[in-house]
């Protein structure tokens, strides 16, 4: 995707050395631009973070209607596997709670 095919938003952030060092060299190792890598790497993350609590709320719904005990397996196997976060249970249920 080109320049010219998105929205451009420009703000600043504030990098530790170490993380600014490990970004220069991997731009140069992959012939991409820093701006590239924290935008793939940022999208990443938004994509990652919205399907878990997505997932979560879900579950959170279907808890309404399903046995408990199904749920709370379910849950506890998202969390063994990594696919939802503790944080990430919290801030759908608080989400929930407000709707």
């Not at 600043?12 to 790497?41: C, F, H, M, Q, V």
């Not at 399907?51 to 879900?58: F, S, T, Y």
């Not at 579950?59 to 046995?67: F, K, L, Y």
């Not at 005990?69 to 506890?76: E, G």
């Amino acid at each position: 995707m080109g320049d010219h095919d998105v929205a451009t938003m420009v703000t600043s952030l504030r990098l530790p050395d170490e993380l600014r060092e490990r970004i220069d060299a991997l731009a140069k190792a992959t012939g991409r631009n820093k701006s590239y890598l924290l935008t793939a790497a940022i999208s990443r993350y938004v994509d990652e973070e919205s399907w878990q609590i997505a997932a979560v709320e879900e579950g959170i719904r279907s808890a309404e209607t399903e046995p408990l005990t199904a749920q709370d397996d379910l849950v506890d196997d998202l969390l063994r596997r990594g696919l939802v976060t503790e944080d990430s249970l919290v801030e759908a249920r608080r989400r929930l709670a407000g709707s």
